[in-house]
T-cell receptor
Framework: SQQGEEDPQALSIQEGENATMNCSYK?????LQWYRQNSGRGLVHLIL?????REKHSGRLRVTLDTSKKSSSLLITASRAADTASYFC?????????????FGTGTRLLVSP | EPEVTQTPSHQVTQMGQEVILRCVPI?????FYWYRQILGQKVEFLVS????????KSEIFDDQFSVERPDGSNFTLKIRSTKLEDSAMYFC???????????FGQGTRLTVV
């Protein structure tokens, strides 16, 4: 898989359900960030987790990081129709420098009312 | 809440013309970036800028591209002679320190005809 590859590619759920998206990466990282993108719009920063952290929460979001498996997951609890968007993970790693983020292919989430 | 602003939101230009995309990063941020997203594809890193010079650039960022911080607030991306394949959404981003959250603007959709 490519650096920062999310699965599933698409996820369709009902309002109130939880949505889980996964991200896998290949190289060592310093941090991993999750972003949301509404169709054709800008990237909204959701959460950053550092390589020495295992879990982080922000409101209805929960992110986990497993550096041994080179993977991260984003859980959105009690989803709402407004959560419909594409979600990307982006890694900052030691090889390419802290400043360059490598984005995944994204998960398209559809939350139906 | 502070945000990164980009202008214009949409630019249409003829092949071979020069374009300048403008960005105002968040005021206390020190690192500035340009990324692009070709329709349906991943977000790709172009260049990072710190302390008034390019700190990192990708192979996409060839001699046709240049960046400038002409004053204390603006950060620009110039494409000297646009090609059809330059059509994409261009995102500006900024971060306060290396390895911290990168905040993105809403993007400029560039269409080269």
């Amino acid at each position: 898989s490519q650096q920062g590859e999310e699965d599933p590619q698409a996820l369709s759920i009902q309002e109130g359900e939880n949505a889980t998206m996964n991200c896998s990466y290949k190289t060592s990282i310093n941090n991993l960030q999750w972003y949301r993108q509404n169709s054709g719009r800008g990237l909204v920063h959701l959460i950053l987790i550092r390589s020495n952290e295992r879990e982080k929460h922000s409101g209805r979001l929960r992110v986990t990081l497993d550096t041994s498996k080179k993977s991260s997951s984003l859980l959105i609890t009690a989803s709402r129709a407004a959560d419909t968007a594409s979600y990307f993970c982006a890694t900052g790693n030691m090889n390419t420098g802290f400043q360059k983020l490598v984005f995944g292919t994204g998960t398209r989430l559809l939350v139906s009312p | 809440e502070p945000e990164v602003t980009q202008t214009p939101s949409h630019q249409v230009t003829q092949m071979g013309q020069e374009v300048i995309l403008r960005c105002v990063p968040i005021s206390n941020h020190l690192y500035f970036y340009w990324y692009r997203q070709i329709l349906g594809q991943k977000v790709e890193f172009l260049v990072s800028f710190y302390n008034n010079e390019i700190s990192e650039k990708s192979e996409i960022f060839d001699d046709q591209f240049s960046v400038e911080r002409p004053d204390g607030s603006n950060f620009t991306l110039k494409i000297r002679s646009t090609k059809l394949e330059d059509s994409a959404m261009y995102f500006c981003a900024s971060s306060h320190r290396e390895g911290t959250e990168a905040f993105f603007g809403q993007g400029t959709r560039l269409t080269v005809v």
